[in-house]
């Protein structure tokens, strides 16, 4: 069975400076991988996803991951963070499903997230 | 574009009544996830529908349904409520089935009492 591990609950940055989230997966293949962020009382927002082919990848809002195999690794990142986002971030892992008609066998299995603030 | 809506976004109901939720994808879009999310135990996949058949299923008891109509609309249902179902229950919706970009709504605020 496929699992997330985000290993930090809470994590503090000052604006301005630079933010790098972790996330590790587990997972017996290649998997889909997504980075949401939620504020309160909403819904969650895609920031990026991973698929194939290059292992950076760009998403909205000035975000990146990048994808390590080795590591079992999608690390989100920004370098330079705004008071705007502070907020709840979630990795998530999805299985490959080699059906043909594409999408993955199984809903996504999220991360606990991790609680972003933001100090002035 | 619209995006996911789901209604109502706040209900407050005693144990053992039941409740149904209902989400409308985005346009186009023919898969419709449930998950449930609480402080305790974060997001867990509730069930996915494609094309009105329930194509995936978490670890959830059987009080907890869905359908899909044929518009992609999809309703969920909790029978016989519990405190512990006291949640946000979020749709999502994406293009195929299964683990897809996904496009969440806002979620409805459930609250047992």
């Known amino acids: 069975a496929q699992s997330v591990t985000q290993p930090d609950i809470h994590i503090t940055v000052s604006e301005g400076a630079s933010l790098e989230l972790r996330c590790n997966y587990s997972?017996?293949?290649?998997?889909?991988l997504f980075w949401y962020v939620q504020s309160p009382g909403q819904g969650l927002q895609l920031l990026l996803k991973?698929?194939?082919?290059?292992?950076l990848v760009q998403g909205i809002k000035g975000f990146e991951a990048e994808f390590k195999r080795s590591q079992s690794s999608f690390n989100l990142r920004k370098p330079s963070v705004h008071w705007s986002d502070a907020a709840e971030y979630f990795c998530a892992v999805g299985a490959r499903w080699e059906g043909g008609s594409g999408g993955g066998a199984d809903g996504l299995t999220f991360g606990k997230g991790t609680h972003l603030i933001i100090q002035p | 574009k619209a995006g996911v809506t789901q209604t109502p976004r706040y209900l407050i109901k005693t144990r053992g009544q039941q409740v149904t939720l209902s989400c409308s994808p985005i346009?186009?879009?023919?898969?419709v996830s449930w998950y449930q999310q609480t402080p305790g135990q974060g997001l867990q996949f509730l069930f996915e529908?494609?094309?009105?058949?329930?194509?995936n299923k978490g670890n959830f008891p059987g009080r907890f349904s869905g359908r899909q109509f044929s518009n992609s609309r999809s309703e969920m249902n909790v029978s016989t409520l519990e405190l512990g179902d006291s949640a946000l229950y979020l749709c999502?919706?994406?293009?195929?089935?299964?683990?897809?970009?996904?496009?969440f709504g806002p979620g409805t605020r459930l609250t047992v009492t």
């Open positions: 991973y698929f194939s082919g290059d292992t």
């Open positions: 999502a919706s994406s293009l195929r089935q299964g683990a897809d970009e996904q496009y």
């Open positions: 997972y017996g293949a290649t998997p889909y």
């Open positions: 346009s186009g879009h023919r898969s």
């Open positions: 529908y494609f094309s009105e058949t329930q194509r």
